[in-house]
């Protein structure tokens, strides 16, 4: 067991003493660590000056650093398998000759051109599903402005209008309601535990017959012909099925209209505080095509996602910092994407010698 010594046991006296044992700092700070800290603290560095610095071994010399550089195709399987050669090579300024036999790993064109968004967003009806089964698609339109053209064949849902439907099970249960759009409501009836279609259909094992009973009519009609078709089924001996009281208008994903989404992202100074704190809203500014406009004042550039998994990207946003701190601390995404890909020494190499040529 360690004695412990005393809290003033370290004098400059006696940090000196122990300073003299040791050739080297690491070694004093191995074998004395708390005396070495007290001479840091204190600017006693003198006690350093008998001490050799450690003299470093270049394991990779050009020759090893080309002769490793053969057993790869390309820079970005060079740096994942042999990082320390890599890095060698990129400080000593031997990567473009040592690299020169292999291929330029070309930078794929996005897939989602102008014609493949327009081929995926005929498989939807609106703009939501759209949003919420191809985000990739959709955020590239967006991007683009290519949403309103490719979009124009779907439908424009009127928040002021209902139809009434129903599910009817064999077993003479039924289920009757209103919605502003029947697809996404059974999507919500089957989906959803809560629902007392699903928890009948659950606990019968029995699928039911979904009938659209009228068109989309104004609300208040909707909310009369409700109560008419449950009285109807009622009479005809059906088992009724609603939890609640007919005449409720169901629910309104409109409720982020556009004005209200622009209140609320005024008092974002970005775009991510927006999409975090007010997630509907920004939703609906994205599927309605709003975003651009209502975040105009925000101080960022949206990136879409998968932005940064581009090599150019990556590189002309490093070109903009003065170090790769600066590059890791001002585009984290841009900075993580370039480790993640084995980008990161060819990177830094070119940030480098553009500051050289500063």
């Given at each position: 067991m360690k004695k412990v010594k005393p809290a003033n046991y370290w004098t400059k006296e006696k940090c000196e003493e122990?300073?003299?044992?040791?050739?080297?700092?690491?070694?004093?700070?191995?074998?004395?660590?708390?005396?070495?800290?007290?001479?840091?603290?204190?600017?006693?560095?003198?006690?350093?000056?008998?001490?050799?610095?450690?003299?470093?071994?270049?394991?990779?010399?050009k020759d090893k650093c080309k002769e490793e550089a053969l057993k790869y195709d390309n820079r970005s399987e060079y740096s994942k398998s042999s990082g320390s050669s890599f890095q060698s090579a990129c400080k000593n300024g031997w990567l473009e000759e040592i690299c020169s036999h292999m291929k330029i790993k070309l930078i794929k064109k996005s897939f989602w051109t102008f014609e493949n968004c327009k081929k995926n967003s005929l498989k939807y009806e609106s703009r939501m599903s759209f949003h919420d089964k191809s985000r990739n698609a959709f955020d590239i339109a967006s991007k683009n402005g290519w949403l309103d053209e490719i979009c124009s064949h779907m439908k424009t849902l009127n928040d002021k209008k209902r139809c009434i439907y129903a599910y009817e099970f064999n077993d003479n249960c039924v289920y009757v309601g209103l919605t502003y759009n029947l697809n996404n409501r059974n999507n919500q009836h089957n989906n959803t535990k809560k629902s007392q279609v699903n928890?009948?259909?659950?606990?019968?094992?029995?699928?039911?017959?979904?009938?659209?009973?009228?068109?989309?009519?104004?609300?208040?009609d909707a909310k009369i012909k409700e109560g008419e078709y449950v009285k109807k089924y009622k009479n005809d001996g059906w088992v009724?099925?609603?939890?609640?009281?007919?005449?409720?208008?169901?629910?309104?994903?409109?409720?982020?209209?556009?004005?209200?989404?622009?209140?609320?992202?005024?008092?974002?100074?970005?775009?991510?505080?927006?999409?975090?704190?007010?997630?509907?809203?920004?939703?609906?500014?994205?599927?309605?095509?709003?975003?651009?406009?209502?975040?105009?004042?925000?101080?960022?550039?949206?990136?879409?996602?998968?932005?940064?998994?581009?090599?150019?990207?990556?590189?002309?946003?490093?070109?903009?910092?003065?170090?790769?701190?600066?590059?890791?601390?001002?585009?984290?995404?841009?900075?993580?994407?370039s480790l993640k890909n084995g980008w990161k020494y060819e990177i830094w190499e070119i940030m480098n010698w553009n500051k050289q040529k500063k």
């Open positions: 122990v300073s003299l044992k040791c050739e080297t700092r690491t070694e004093f700070s191995k074998k004395y660590p708390r005396a070495y800290q007290i001479c840091l603290k204190n600017g006693w560095k003198d006690f350093f000056i008998h001490m050799h610095k450690r003299k470093f071994t270049l394991k990779w010399t928890k009948h259909a659950n606990k019968t094992k029995l699928t039911p017959t979904l009938k659209q009973l009228t068109e989309y009519i104004d609300i208040n009724i099925l609603n939890g609640a009281k007919t005449g409720s208008i169901g629910s309104n994903i409109v409720f982020w209209t556009k004005e209200k989404c622009q209140d609320v992202a005024l008092k974002c100074k970005t775009r991510s505080e927006f999409y975090k704190k007010y997630s509907g809203a920004s939703k609906s500014s994205l599927v309605n095509g709003w975003i651009n406009e209502i975040c105009s004042h925000m101080n960022e550039i949206y990136k879409p996602r998968g932005y940064w998994n581009n090599y150019n990207n990556c590189l002309e946003e490093a070109k903009k910092q003065e170090t790769s701190t600066k590059f890791r601390k001002n585009s984290s995404g841009a900075f993580s994407s």
